[in-house]
């Protein structure tokens, strides 16, 4: 039952995730983060080079391709979350299998 119950959290855990990602990331501030602000006020945000991924399919939080900013933002965001959990999953079963070859 335990078992059951914790796979129903982190099931609930993935959803919630998903869900924060695909619909309310349309909606965070579109304000300049920290440095991006000191950059502007200081007068050298002009100097900057863009960024190594920005020809990337994912640069700039949405999904190149995708007229609908809202979509291609949402698409991001649940795009990263899977990759997420596909990067974790397979560290903890790397980490699960070198443990139970110690015990």
Do not use: C, H, W
């Amino acid at each position: 039952m335990k078992e059951f119950l914790t796979n129903k959290f982190i099931l609930a855990g993935i959803a919630l995730s998903l869900v924060i990602a695909g619909v309310f990331s349309f909606y965070a501030s579109s304000q300049p983060d920290g440095l991006e602000k000191v950059a502007e006020t200081k007068g050298f945000l002009d100097t900057a080079k863009d960024p190594i991924n920005s020809g990337s399919p994912l640069a700039d939080y949405s999904v190149s391709g995708v007229d609908s900013e809202r979509v291609s933002v949402g698409a991001s965001g649940v795009i990263g979350v899977l990759a997420t959990l596909v990067v974790a999953g397979i560290i903890f079963r790397l980490l699960a299998k070198k443990n139970s070859k110690e015990d």
